[in-house]
């Protein structure tokens, strides 16, 4: 059985950079790409990004200048890192499972979820 | 970027409705289409892809039809666990867009 759990800082500065890192338990880690996806409150799901175990990454057009997600393959990680934040990012971010050698495909295993509160 | 709008928005229902969920594409995506179910607190849980294959374990009161850019999510006997907020995800082009989402609630 595949599972996500992610962890990370909760509560950031505007200004600051967002970190959270996703280890994967379970199943086959490589040929996956990895995503990570966010919610704002009271909102719809935001598709952050995602990568694979070779490094190939995607992100999403509006948010591409202030996101980095790499991969740790020798631990069953990946992270991501969101840069400048603002109070616009305050948001749940999960991370998942996508497409096998598919990239942006559908997300069949999420991780719990991680609220993300940026405040001054 | 390809927009992805479900209507309605909020849909009262009884238990043993059944009931309809649309989402519109901005443009043509095949049947690359997915649905999802999210219930408060936790992830949105993967019910259909390729627009209406069933994943594993969903009831199959669930289905799921259409193609390019109209699609639909049928439940065709609400039961009480149904009432949650579905979200359709594209996934026709490099970048993923999800719906609105569409809020099920008891009449």
């Known amino acids: 059985q595949v599972q996500l759990q992610q962890w990370g800082a909760g509560l950031l500065k505007p200004s600051e950079t967002l970190s959270l890192i996703c280890g994967v338990y379970g199943g086959s880690f490589s040929g996956y790409y990895w995503s990570w996806i966010r919610q704002s409150p009271g909102k719809g799901l935001e598709w952050i990004g995602e990568?694979?175990?070779?490094?190939?990454?995607n992100y999403n057009p509006s948010l591409k200048s202030r996101v980095t997600i790499s991969i740790d393959a020798s631990k069953n990680q990946f992270s991501l890192k969101l840069s400048s934040v603002t109070a616009a990012d305050t948001a749940v971010y999960y991370c998942?499972?996508?497409?096998?050698?598919?990239?942006?495909?559908?997300?069949?295993?999420w991780g719990q979820g991680t609220l993300v509160t940026v405040s001054s | 970027d390809i927009q992805m709008t479900q209507s309605p928005s909020t849909l009262s229902a009884s238990v043993g409705d059944r009931v309809t969920i649309t989402c519109r594409a901005s443009?043509?995506?095949?049947?690359?289409l997915a649905w999802y179910q999210q219930k408060p607190g936790t992830a949105p849980k993967l019910l259909i892809s390729k627009a209406s294959s069933l994943e594993s374990g969903v009831p199959s009161r669930f289905s799921g039809s259409g193609s390019e850019t109209e699609f639909t999510l049928t439940i065709s006997s609400l039961q009480p666990d149904d009432f949650a907020t579905y979200y359709c995800?594209?996934?026709?082009?490099?970048?993923?867009?999800f719906g609105q989402g569409t809020r099920l609630e008891i009449k």
């Open positions: 998942a499972r996508a497409g096998f050698y598919l990239p942006a495909a559908t997300l069949d295993y």
């Open positions: 990568i694979n175990n070779s490094g190939r990454s």
């Open positions: 443009q043509s995506i095949g049947n690359w």
């Open positions: 995800q594209q996934y026709n082009s490099d970048s993923i867009t």
